[in-house]
């Protein structure tokens, strides 16, 4: 069976067949420190869109190592160590970066970029999308599942 959107590696399989909330390339600290470049492009889905068919295999570990009781989880595969999702213990996201997390990224184009900070001393994107310092303005995060 196929899915829109699916991805993951051989042991953990995620997918959704809904849509996606929301994608963007992300200039978090934590973002630019996993990809060492400026920014990570990043997609979100509802909590309960994107399924995980062995979430036994996860392992969890705080996604910013200096907030470790934050909302956000890495969880990559126990068995090969790859990265498969980030997932939001409060139920309401699920995160994942197509380009590092087996999905095809040409379906899930960054429409802009979010939590670009000035102070970082990185060059303002200048490539035509809007660029925000959070989350772009009209983005509702869904209530959790
Ligand atoms: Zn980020
Ligand atoms: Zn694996």
Redesign the pocket.
């Known amino acids: 069976m196929s899915h829109p959107y699916s991805g993951g590696c051989e042991h953990v399989h995620t997918w959704s067949d809904q849509a996606y909330l929301d994608s963007h390339d ?1 200039h ?1 600290s ?2 630019r420190g996993i990809t060492g470049k400026d920014s ?1 492009h ?1 997609t979100f889905f509802k909590y309960a869109d994107l399924k995980v068919d062995h979430p036994e295999l996860l392992k969890r570990q705080p996604y910013n190592a200096k907030n470790p009781d934050g909302p956000l989880e890495l969880c990559t595969c126990s068995v090969c160590g790859k990265p498969i999702l980030v997932d939001d213990k409060q139920h309401r996201i699920r995160v994942i970066a197509p380009g590092l997390m087996g999905y095809d990224e040409s379906r899930m184009t960054a429409a802009y970029h979010a ?1 670009f900070d000035p102070a970082a001393g990185r060059p303002k994107p200048d490539d035509g999308r809007p660029v925000y310092e959070a989350l772009r303005p009209d983005f509702v995060m869904p209530q959790p599942a």
């Open positions: 992300c978090c934590i973002c990570l990043v939590f």
